[in-house]
Nanobody
Framework: QVQLVESGGGSVQAGGSLRLACAAS????????LGWFRQAPGKEREGVAA????????YYADSVKGRFTISQDNAKNTVYLQMNSLKPEDTGMYYC????????????????????????WGQGTQVTVSS
């Protein structure tokens, strides 16, 4: 059973930075597809970034390109989301996700991890950005 545990959320002023971590366990494959989603009150959950572990392949939503960076530490089975130049609109609950399908379908448009319907989920960590 895949388990995902997020940490690193908090409150920060606009322009500040936070780093989220997602510790993953229960995997047997050498390459996996993991990512980060966020959900603001009253809004749909949005895929923010994704990565194929053991590779340099990444995905970013347009809203975070140039500000957020997803990375991995394979030795620790941990995926990070470095968030810089934070804006109030980045506020929300951030969830770590692991795609249940094969890693080579990770970024498949309309499906894959960003489709959101075939993922394992963490419990979430709150990020609040004040103006």
């Amino acid at each position: 059973q895949v388990q995902l545990v997020e940490s690193g959320g908090g409150s920060v002023q606009a322009g500040g930075s936070l780093r989220l971590a997602c510790a993953a366990s229960g995997y047997s494959a050498s390459r996996n597809c993991l990512g980060w989603f966020r959900q603001a009150p009253g809004k749909e959950r949005e895929g923010v970034a994704a990565i194929i572990t053991g590779s340099t392949s990444t995905y970013y939503a347009d809203s975070v390109k140039g500000r957020f960076t997803i990375s991995q530490d394979n030795a620790k089975n941990t995926v990070y989301l470095q968030m810089n130049s934070l804006k109030p609109e980045d506020t929300g609950m951030y969830y770590c996700a692991a795609y249940k399908g094969p890693f080579f379908l990770c970024f498949t448009s309309g499906a894959g991890i960003i489709g959101g319907s075939n993922n394992y989920w963490g419990q979430g960590t709150q990020v609040t950005v004040s103006s």
